[in-house]
């Protein structure tokens, strides 16, 4: 059996929690981690005879979404009720949008890992509430925490446009990015303010028509994203190739097992009963509304990628992986305010910081070190005060001890070491008691030159300067090799 008779179709319905104070529809709070079920009003609980107001705020950052995403802004559109039953949902439907949504046919480029670019088309996106919480605990009981009722969403709907799912990764990756830059919502996928669903197909490679698709509810990680679209390709690929037909169906993830197992039999759009809501009027968006959003948009990652370039002669990999996190190019951008060495400091925070981050899985918000003293390190290395690998013990040591680097240099002793005249004598001592060695060099053997680097650095503690030493070492060994 092989893969390569078929070719997946992927669409992505992408939630993305808003960073609203209050609710869509009330002036409940949105804060996470609340007392359960202690954020709720009888608007947010559905109770007979209450009216939704609709929160400003969560439309402006929903057009933001929709600008950064090249999509169109309709001036006009029109909420309506959805509705399903399910235990966290006390109104028995949820106020969405669905014929007349808020933004309309935009795109995003994804960067596929081998640097080719993709475009994904987004068909809409649109202004939701959420659902409370079901917590399914160990009796046999279900719990609800309503606190979660009407906070504030956004769905970001892709068009079919997704292969597979190095692809879904990245739209996902690209989606929480602008979302982050933008500053309407944190992206956190664990507490679930991003959450991605996945409608997945797969049809014989040259077929037109679409085949049966799954859907994948709430995967919260981008390797639980990957890890089930691979599992769900597989599934239906051998259940194609057993002779079956695949079944339409809403499938769940189960990260520990790491296997989908159905939910519910699929609903169809007719299922939700689509009608506009009766209480809220049409949402109009007036072009001075639309023209001071516009003008407001923080800078967005490709700009920042464009400006690091330019400002700072990074190359490439650099201005994406620096800008890869909001917080970490804001770093950046504070180190390089306290140090001309733009490029060495975007190593250090590639290498060392980001390093350092993932060890301790935290991110640059938690970093113990402030900018203006890895600014400090990175200068006293340029200054030659210091050696880059003493700067990585003493990078440590900053950390550790909580000191600055000039405190930790001078407690140890660790300048660097540039007298030639010092650096000369200690390299004729080595030479001179490494007699088997110089030898070896003498008849032609270049590869013992790491030998005597390695004896001299270690005479030193490390702090004689790198390319000093080399210069003298040849040298020396040069006029050995003369009188030879």
Same mark, same amino acid.
């Given at each position: 059996?092989? %893969? ?47 009216? +939704? ?8 950052? !929903? ?26 949902? +006390?109104? @028995? ?21 081998? %640097? ?29 925490? !309503?606190?979660?009722? @009407? ?124 009608? +506009? ?20 948009? +923080? ?10 370039? %330019? ?67 990175? %200068?006293? #290395? ?7 690998? #003493? ?64 004896? #001299? ?6 702090? !004689? ?20």
């Amino acid at each position: 059996m092989s %893969n390569y008779k078929y070719e997946t179709v992927i669409g992505l319905e992408v939630h993305a929690q808003l960073l609203t104070t209050t609710k869509l529809f009330c002036g409940c709070s949105t804060k996470f981690g609340n007392e359960p079920n202690s954020n709720t009003c009888p608007v947010c609980l559905g109770h007979p005879g209450v009216l +939704p107001v609709l929160n400003k705020k969560a439309v402006e950052f !929903a057009i933001m979404m929709g600008l950064a995403t090249n999509c169109t802004i309709n001036k006009h559109s029109i909420f309506a009720r959805k509705n399903y039953f399910y235990p966290d949902l +006390p109104k @028995g439907y949820q106020i969405s949008q669905y014929e007349e949504p808020l933004c309309l046919n935009g795109f995003i480029i994804i960067n596929k890992k081998n %640097n080719e670019e993709k475009k994904i088309r987004i068909k809409r996106i649109h202004l939701e509430e959420d659902a409370g919480k079901s917590i399914h605990d160990k009796s046999d009981y279900t719990l609800i925490d !309503a606190n979660r009722c @009407g906070v504030p969403l956004i769905e970001i709907v892709s068009e079919p446009d997704i292969s597979d799912s190095e692809e879904a990764t990245a739209y996902l990756m690209k989606l929480r990015q602008l979302v982050q830059y933008l500053g309407i919502c944190d992206g956190n996928m664990e507490e679930g303010s991003l959450r991605c669903d996945a409608n997945v197909s797969v049809r014989i490679k040259g077929e037109h028509k679409l085949g049966t698709k799954t859907e994948i509810k709430n995967l919260n990680s981008f390797k639980n994203v990957e890890k089930a679209l691979d599992y769900e390709i597989k599934r239906q690929i051998d259940t194609l190739e057993d002779g079956h037909q695949v079944v339409q169906q809403t499938l769940l993830w189960n990260a520990e097992l790491e296997e989908v197992y159905p939910m519910r039999t699929k609903e169809e759009e007719n299922d939700y009963r689509y009608f +506009p809501e009766p209480d809220l009027t049409p949402l109009v968006i007036n072009e001075n509304w639309l023209d001071d959003i516009k003008s407001n948009l +923080p800078e967005l990652p490709q700009s920042k990628i464009n400006r690091f370039i %330019n400002s700072y002669s990074l190359p490439l990999y650099d201005a994406e992986i620096l800008t890869s996190d909001k917080n970490i190019a804001s770093y950046y951008e504070e180190v390089v305010t306290n140090t001309k060495e733009y490029k060495l400091a975007s190593n250090w925070i590639m290498v060392e910081v980001l390093s350092y981050l993932n060890s301790k899985n935290i991110s640059i918000s938690e970093f113990p070190l402030k900018a203006e003293s890895l600014a400090k390190l990175i %200068n006293f #290395i340029s200054e030659k005060t210091i050696s880059n690998k #003493i700067a990585k013990e003493v990078f440590q040591l900053m950390i550790a001890e909580n000191k600055e680097p000039e405190e930790i240099i001078k407690e140890r002793n660790l300048i660097q070491i540039t007298d030639e005249t010092t650096i000369r004598k200690i390299i004729n001592d080595v030479i001179n008691s490494n007699e088997k060695q110089l030898n070896q060099y003498l008849s032609g053997k270049e590869k013992v030159i790491p030998f005597f680097i390695g004896k #001299i650095m270690k005479e030193t503690q490390g702090k !004689a300067n790198p390319q000093i030493v080399n210069k003298i070492l040849l040298e020396e060994l040069n006029n050995r090799k003369q009188t030879f």
